[in-house]
């Protein structure tokens, strides 16, 4: 009877792996979100400043750091870099666009 429990809980574990396997093709990763900053959220340096940028992926998001002492600290508290890119690109998606200037030209 415990061998016949066994069984049944490792053969569910098998097909809900599989099941969720199934929902990004097989070798393929699933896409991360883009990187929302032109900056590095460690040192706030613009991306190119040294040489190009280095990205790399944490839970579905990309982050690109200007180099690869920035990748370490973030690694010491990635909850925290996380949050951060996302309160940033809230941010910046809530500032207004400045208002179009009226065309007085004509007076």
């Known amino acids: ?3 016949r ?3 049944s809980a490792s053969c569910a574990l098998l097909l809900g792996g599989a ?6 093709p097989a ?12 900056t590095c959220i460690i040192s706030s340096d613009k991306l190119d400043a040294m040489d190009g940028s ?4 944490y839970e579905g ?9 920035c990748i370490k600290t ?13 309160d940033q690109a809230a941010a910046a998606k809530a500032v207004p666009a400045a208002p179009a ?3 007085h030209d004509h007076h």
């Open 61 to 69: 998001q990309d982050i690109k750091f200007c180099c690869k002492s």
């Open 5 to 7: 429990s066994i069984l």
């Open 27 to 38: 070798g393929e990763a699933p896409k991360a979100k883009p990187y929302p900053l032109t």
């Open 19 to 24: 099941l969720m396997a199934a929902d990004t």
């Open 74 to 86: 973030f690694e010491k508290d990635p909850a925290k870099y996380l949050k951060m890119v996302a």
């Open 54 to 57: 280095i990205t790399k992926v």
């Open 1 to 3: 009877m415990l061998i």
């Open 101 to 103: 200037k009226a065309d």
